[in-house]
């Protein structure tokens, strides 16, 4: 069955950077992948995606900060997050489609604090 198994949360202060990983098992075909996160108070929001050819999408409260790429060959997603601020505290989950099905991982907690 299709798996994604999230991790690399953390605490972090504000500026600084960590990276989320996104492994992916279960799927044959070539798929895209998205990270999204929960934060306090907030719908789970949309922060970057990318294609399975390898386009990105960026939400635009993380451009020129988060970095999304994928290693097909380990089936893995990444989500470099650089220059960190208050407001990224939440919960990170990656998600990707198949058909009708929607996947999520469990989630991986980052907090951002000083």
């Known amino acids: 069955q299709v798996q994604l198994v999230e991790s690399g949360g953390g605490v972090e202060q504000p500026g600084g950077s960590l990276k989320l990983s996104c492994a992916v098992s279960?799927?044959?075909?070539?798929?895209?992948v998205g990270w999204y996160r929960q934060t306090p108070g907030k719908q789970r929001e949309l922060v970057a995606t990318?294609?399975?050819?390898?386009?990105?999408n960026y939400a635009d409260f993380v451009k020129g900060r988060f970095t999304i790429s994928r290693d097909s060959a380990k089936n893995t997603v990444f989500l470099q997050m650089n220059n960190l601020k208050l407001e990224d505290t939440g919960v990170y989950y990656c998600?990707?489609?198949?058909?009708?099905?929607?996947?999520w991982g469990q989630g991986t907690q980052v907090t951002v604090s000083s």
């Open positions: 279960g799927i044959r075909n070539k798929y895209a």
């Open positions: 998600n990707t489609q198949q058909g009708r099905n929607d996947y």
């Open positions: 990318i294609s399975d050819f390898g386009r990105t």
